[in-house]
């Protein structure tokens, strides 16, 4: 069952970012199917994280999507080549986001590693925000996409992922956040390979 607007629209960041463990991403760009099992996510707050990048109501042309209702897609690069896909949570204003970080394919795998340029199915292929998204073929002209529609969405198969295999620990990757880089906002599925090898 495809996830809905009400279900993005939830207003804690937190709980839906564990709760996507075990969901699943798909995409169909240019009439390829391709996704997978969500296995690593993290949850950013617009009240209390100064990691947040619509922390203290910052506004810009990059995070202006955060500020609309949730279950649309903010994709932004990072090191001026990858692309991170951010899931917008909560109602308009309220500018929180999911970011997807760890992907065990399942669909359309020969055209993933195409798009990634490896020839054998293994963890580098989606195991990381930046690869995942290559391999679905998302990219920054996806930034705002609904993702109740049919180019980029999330389906939730029955599976619940009990607490015990789920890791949590800190974010990756902001020391700038101070305080708040030791929240433990990274959830995984314990022992998946799929997950980033960020530690």
Not at 81 to 90: G, P, S, V
Not at 118 to 144: E, F, M
Request: a neutral charge; one cysteine or more.
């Amino acid at each position: 069952m495809k996830l809905t607007h009400d279900y993005y629209r939830q207003p804690d960041v937190v709980a839906l970012a564990r709760d996507m463990l075990g969901k699943y991403l798909f995409s169909c760009i240019d009439g390829v199917l391709t996704g997978g099992r969500i296995v690593e996510t993290e949850a950013y707050a617009h009240i209390g994280d100064q990691a947040c990048h619509s922390h203290l109501g910052r506004f810009t042309k990059r995070t202006s999507v955060m500020y609309e209702a949730g279950g649309v897609a903010y994709v932004y690069l990072i090191y001026g080549r990858y692309a991170l896909f951010n899931i917008i949570t909560n109602e308009a204003g309220k500018a929180d986001a999911v970011l997807v970080r760890g992907l065990e394919p399942t669909e359309g795998i020969a055209e993933m590693q195409l798009r990634r340029g490896i020839t054998s199915i293994v963890p580098k292929l989606t195991a990381g925000p930046g690869l995942l998204t290559q391999a679905l073929g998302i990219s920054t002209k996806h930034y705002g996409t609904d993702l109740t529609g049919n180019l980029i969405w999330i389906e939730d198969l029955g599976e619940q992922v009990p607490d015990e295999q789920v890791v949590a620990s800190p974010r990756v990757g902001i020391d700038y956040a101070g305080d708040d880089a030791a929240l433990p906002w990274r959830f995984r599925i314990r022992g998946n390979k799929w997950t980033s090898p960020a530690k």
